[in-house]
């Protein structure tokens, strides 16, 4: 299979779809690979670096979509890339779609074969291509909301841990998930007292046992919410309805009744944001404030550490990559119905349950669809 990665060009989005060392396993498989020139740069990884593994390098991104059979990327394709896309080409990302009507009726009008990382499932329902970059997200929150506590960004004013004889921050995760389980790790090395709020009695059995008594584990009522995040010094927003756009948990009417210089860091933005006042914002300019409450929500946090993200998230997409090129998607897909899963849109249809439902398309199960 011809196989092709184009440089990424969401803002500030250094990842990389391959390292080189993947292209050499697919080549090495028997596929070719094709690269865009400067692709790996953000890793640290020079053209050179792909063609010692037999990689072949390519001028421009018009040339990769034009001829490749599958496209390895990593973030959701910005419009002119989907503008490239065609019916008859496999696409391999994450995309996305439920909070991003634009991108999903561009996919469809393309009648690209899209496969979405970030629906993609593991025999115990976990999210294997998601995870990685869930942990990366989260451990990046308390540094992301550290910063925001800083007066110069329009915090409180207030070091996480305090210091002997000054209280710590209160810190406050919603959702105990990968990105929450790691943002309560970092938040507690850095000894702020912290709180989870859950829906799922397991997850928090299970942060119970894994934290002990350090950790404030609280069911997630409305009631409870409203409790923790009014005297939090920083939210941290981890929920996750797979596929689908989060629920708005956090009111612009708390807000007024936050303390004033308090943080909230929407990691669930790209499923919409889980805080009623967010939205997506960049690493040129991650922050804004509503209420005098600082927001951070930046889509692709896991991008500003490209060079650990690409490679957790090669060594978790590689193997799909792998019985995607080896088999055919059709073959591929019909095999595993993990992968299967992740398939939300072919041949103009949309093949996943959550974002037809959340956009308003017509649901054809993704079994069903590989046979149009
Ligand atoms: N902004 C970014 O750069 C990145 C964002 N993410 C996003 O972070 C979000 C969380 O991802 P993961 O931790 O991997 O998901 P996960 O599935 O591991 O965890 C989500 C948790 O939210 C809980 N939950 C769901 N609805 C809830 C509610 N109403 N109240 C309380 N808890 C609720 C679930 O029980 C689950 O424990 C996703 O939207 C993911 O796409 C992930 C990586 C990077
Ligand atoms: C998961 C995701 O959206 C990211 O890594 O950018
Ligand atoms: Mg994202």
Redesign the pocket.
Known sequence: MLIGVPKEIKNH?Y?VGLTPASANELIHHGHQVMVQTQAGMGIGMDDAAYQAVGAEIVATAEAIFERAEMIIK???PQPNECRMLREGQLLFT?L?LAPDPTQTEMLVASGVTAIA??TVTDKRGGLPL?VP??E??GRMSIQAGAMCLEKSHGGAGLLLGGVPGVAPANVVVIGGGVVGTNAIRMAMGLEAHVTVLDRSIERLADLDLQFGGRLNTIYSTKEALEEYVLNADLVVGAVLVPGAAAPKLVTREMLGRMKPGSVLVDVAI?QGGCFETSHATTHADPTYIVDNIVHYCV?????AVART?TFA?NNATLPFALALANKGYPKALSDDPGLLAGLNVHKGRVTYEAVAHDLGYDYLPAIEALSI
């Open positions: 989005e990842r990593v973030k959701e994450y996305h990382y970030e998601l970059m869930s990366v997200a790209d889509a692709n946090m896991p991008g993200s998230l």
